[in-house]
């Protein structure tokens, strides 16, 4: 065990859990890292344990807690931190930025403070490429996003954020695209620099779980299945997709035990982009249950690819729970809505207001090709004048 006084052998075992994706326990160690500079002076490693608590903080998503933190150390930078910490603390800052509240004009003024920054001190030479690249992704540039990770994978110095992360974003632009072949290729470097991390061991089978669900490989897709605690939404996809014409009950996506239910568990995440990627899979998860329901195929919404063949006149063996499960996509859609143009407004865009809606009109295709009952008439008793 290191010694509590000891801050660089902290900083060690807190890296090493950070990297094995344990970051609650890296966070803690390297608040006691940051106890331990204070009490033997060392104003540098205070503020580098910091720096590093707060980027902990941020991916176990607690944002307002490593936003508070990072506002306490810029208040009052040493003259001895590093040019490293330095640049890690303010780039901290634009991640939560662009994680909690991403209005363009802040997120350009931010990433302008950091080119200021860079011209002054060394810096990761991925970064700021890196980071416009996620500016441009979130707000639907797939082109230009896809040519700042390529930018950043070309340019990575072994420093700032991890290597996988640029052919990670590179695969989702490909497959927005329709680049299959591309979207291959950075599978393949992703592969070469994911294999050290966990977030890289994540990507990689999130990745290779996107690829199958756009080719509609049903034996790949068998091969990419997800654990339930991981309350993964492209696992939930690959549950949706395997059941693919199968209409007995232990397919059904609504059954309590049915892997998709669980994997499709929301919660409000402080990550705005988490947030509505997760809204998104339920209000899929909500189609999945609909054509069940209705005897249709299972479909990727992810990609559509290809887009769905309805037959002329379906008639649900239970209407009952089909009108149920059509109040259910109406709540959750109308969720995804609101968080869909709130976030285009943010980042002047509309693509997620595009898929939003585009998810409103296959639900209303399935409902108009299912003979549904005509709801009974309640009759009322004429009432008789008095007088």
């Given at each position: 065990m290191p010694q509590p006084d000891n801050p660089a052998e902290?900083?060690?075992?807190?890296?090493?859990?950070?990297?094995?994706?344990?970051?609650?326990?890296?966070?803690?160690?390297?608040?006691?890292?940051?106890?331990?500079?204070?009490?033997?002076?060392?104003?540098?490693?205070?503020?580098?344990?910091?720096?590093?608590?707060?980027?902990?903080?941020?991916?176990?998503?607690?944002?307002?807690?490593?936003?508070?933190?990072?506002?306490?150390?810029?208040?009052?930078?040493?003259?001895?931190a590093t040019d490293y910490a330095h640049w890690n603390a303010r780039r901290e800052c634009f991640v939560i930025q662009l994680s909690v509240w991403p209005e363009l004009e802040i997120l350009h003024r931010l990433l302008a403070d950091l080119q200021s920054l860079a011209g002054r001190i060394p810096h990761p030479a991925a970064d700021l490429p890196y980071l416009e690249a996620r500016i441009f992704y979130y707000r639907g540039r797939w082109e230009e996003s896809l040519r700042g990770n390529a930018q950043g994978w070309h340019l990575h110095d072994g420093a700032g954020f991890t290597k996988s992360g640029c052919p990670n974003v590179a695969i989702c632009c490909c497959l927005r695209l329709g680049r299959r072949k591309e979207a291959g290729d950075w599978i393949q470097h992703l592969g070469e620099s994911g294999r050290d991390n966990a977030w890289g061991l994540r990507d990689i089978r999130q990745s290779a779980a996107r690829a199958a669900l756009f080719d509609g490989n049903l034996e790949a897709l068998a091969n990419c299945r997800f654990e339930p605690s991981e309350t993964s939404g492209v696992g939930a996809r690959v549950e949706l997709r395997l059941r693919d014409a199968a209409t007995d009950s232990i397919h059904d996506p609504a059954d309590p035990l049915h892997p998709a239910r669980k994997l499709t568990f929301y919660r409000r995440e402080q990550e705005v982009h988490d947030r509505y990627d997760r809204l998104l899979t339920l209000v899929d998860y909500r189609l999945a249950c609909l054509r069940f329901t209705a005897a249709l195929p299972a479909v990727d919404d992810l990609y559509y690819h290809p887009p769905e063949a309805l037959r002329s006149r379906l008639v649900p063996a239970d209407p009952v729970k089909f009108q149920k499960q059509l109040r259910s996509f109406d709540f959750s859609w109308h969720l995804l809505m609101r968080l869909a143009k709130r976030l285009d407004g943010l980042m002047q865009c509309d693509w997620r207001t595009r898929e939003a809606e585009e998810r409103a009109r296959r639900c209303a295709a399935i409902v108009a090709v299912c003979k549904l009952p005509k709801p009974k008439t309640p009759k009322t008793k004429k009432r008789s004048r008095k007088g």
């Open positions: 902290i900083h060690k075992e807190a890296y090493a859990r950070y990297v094995n994706g344990d970051y609650m326990a890296a966070r803690l160690l390297w608040a006691r890292g940051r106890e331990a500079a204070r009490v033997l002076g060392d104003k540098a490693a205070m503020f580098s344990a910091g720096t590093w608590e707060a980027g902990a903080r941020r991916i176990a998503g607690d944002m307002k807690g490593a936003l508070r933190l990072l506002f306490e150390l810029l208040s009052d930078v040493p003259a001895e």
